[in-house]
C-alpha cells in the first residue's frame, strides 16, 4: 500500500488519483471550509469567549481568500499581480458595491468601488499579512453591513473604512457556497476549465514532497 497523506480535511491524498472535475471540487471546498473559513467564523462567533479581541485575527485569515478565489476564477497565478487580482475578487464577494454607490448618487460608481477595493487591499490586506496589524484606516465595529466607508464629499476620497468581522467572514462564506455551485454547473464550461487549470498548478496531481523515513532503533 503506498503512502497517504492529507490534502485536506476529509479527503487523502488517493482522493485526486484519477480525480475527476467534481472530486477536485470537493478538495478544493474542503480545503477552503476546513483549513480557513470555519475557523474565522469560530473566532468571530458570538460564542467565542474572546471574540472581542478576536476581529483582526479572523480576518486576518480571510484576507487571504480574495487575491486566491480570483486566481480561480480566471484559471493564473497572481504573481506581481496581488493588488489586481485581489481587486478582481473582492468585487464578486461584494458585486453589489457599485451600484450601493451609485443608488448614493457617487460619479463614477464603477471606478470609485475600485478605489474602495485598493484601500481595502491596502489597509486590511497588506496591513495584517505584512505588519500583523491594520493600517490606520481601518476600524472595527458591529455594524448594519459587512463593510462600510466613509468618503468625503468634497474630494470623493474614501476615509476610514470600517468593517464587521462576523457579517464580513459570513460574506466570504457565502460566496463560496454560490461559486462551488457555479462550478458544479455542466453549463458553466469557462469557469470550470479555469478552476481546473488553477486547481491542477496547484495540487500537485495530488503529489507531494514527503520527509525522509524516521530511521527506527531496535
Known sequence: MGTTWLISPRFLNSKLSGATLDDKID????????WF??????????DYADRGNAGFAALTVVASYFEAIECYYTGQESRNRSREFF????????????????????????????????DVYKQLRCGLLHEALPRHRLLLREDTAPVGFMIHKSTGDVGSIVVDPAKFVGAVQAHLQVYV????????????????RFFDTRSGAGKAVLPPPVERKE
Open 37 to 46: 473559513l470555519r475557523h474565522a467564523a469560530a473566532l468571530s462567533s458570538a
Open 87 to 118: 481587486i478582481r475578487g473582492f468585487l464578486k464577494v461584494f458585486p453589489d458595491l457599485p451600484g450601493v454607490l451609485r443608488g448614493q448618487g457617487h460619479a463614477s460608481p464603477d471606478d470609485l468601488a475600485d478605489q474602495i477595493a485598493e
Open 181 to 196: 455551485g457555479k462550478l458544479r454547473d455542466p453549463t458553466e464550461d469557462v469557469l470550470r476549465h479555469n478552476f481546473e
Open 27 to 34: 478538495v478544493f471546498k474542503d480545503r477552503m471550509e476546513g
